[in-house]
């Protein structure tokens, strides 16, 4: 099952604060709880909760009806990126949001690599069209 970024990032936010707790870290070093905020994870996973229920029966969905669904998932991601001023998500963040998207719709059936051919796109370029992040 593919793993939602902010998963990842909450992860790295503990595993930070155990070791400044443990005085393996320089605080200048750390950098985590800065990057990730809550509000940021907490608005990320409200967009991951609505992509998340929309992916029941994408897999037998026309390619309209996936694209419609990528397209609203990364224009609510633009607009959590447009509430931190743009800078929300850096390169490896939106890296890890992409291939999420493109995980979550290869585990219930879609086969990514022919949607994206078929509406003549790179294999890695499906989010491109609405992403401002």
Known sequence: MAE?????WRHGIAEEAEELAAGTLDPECACMAALF????LTATDAVLDAFEGELSGVG??????VLAVVERVVVALNG???ARNGS?????????????IDESL?????DVAGLTARHGLGRYQLTDKWRRW
């Open 4 to 8: 939602r970024p902010t998963t990842s």
């Open 37 to 40: 905020p809550e509000e940021l």
């Open 60 to 65: 037998e969905a026309n390619d309209q009806h």
């Open 80 to 82: 959590v990126n447009d």
């Open 88 to 100: 929300a998500f850096e390169t490896g963040e939106r890296e890890e949001l992409c291939d999420y």
């Open 106 to 110: 290869a585990e219930r059936g879609v």
